[in-house]
């Protein structure tokens, strides 16, 4: 697609990125961010868009993309307090259940397939970015993605089977 094809359904293209934007339920200001994000993310990709159809179909799986990592940014860090039990400092009791939970997390990363035990402690303790991990593993950005969320998921099920005991 040519600059000046993308540019004259840029309007259309956008409108439907704010609608989008809308159902998942986010607010004007942020739908407009949203939008913004989407068209940036399809001007880099427009030499490779075909035709309208293929503008229009990317525009929604990018748009949707975006609305869901947005919600997962906002939402990561009440995850992690939902998760994560607060603590007495001043008990000794809770000060040792943390370290030993500290511990036990320590060895069940270490556990897990080396690729996956590495990206995940890349992301979550050194907080890299996943471009930069995956440049570091010489690996897609994509595989960064998929080894990532299936080593939290792996983590999240030891520590449910742990706490059913």
Known sequence: MTQKEFT????????????????????????????????LKLWSLHEQLNDVAHLNASAVITTKRVCIDR???????????????????DSLHDRLEYTELEHWIG????????????????????HRELGEIADILGIRQTSVSTLLSRARNELLNKLKRRNQQ
């Open 8 to 39: 004259y359904l840029a309007g259309e293209t956008r409108a439907k990125a704010l609608s989008i934007a809308g159902q998942f339920g986010y607010a004007q200001d942020d739908a407009e961010d949203i939008a913004q994000d989407v068209m």
């Open 71 to 89: 919600w997962r940014t906002t939402h990561q860090h009440a995850d992690i307090a939902v998760t994560m039990p607060l603590i007495d400092e």
């Open 107 to 126: 060895e069940q990363i270490d556990s897990l397939p080396s690729t996956a035990g590495m990206v995940l402690r890349m992301r979550q303790l050194e």
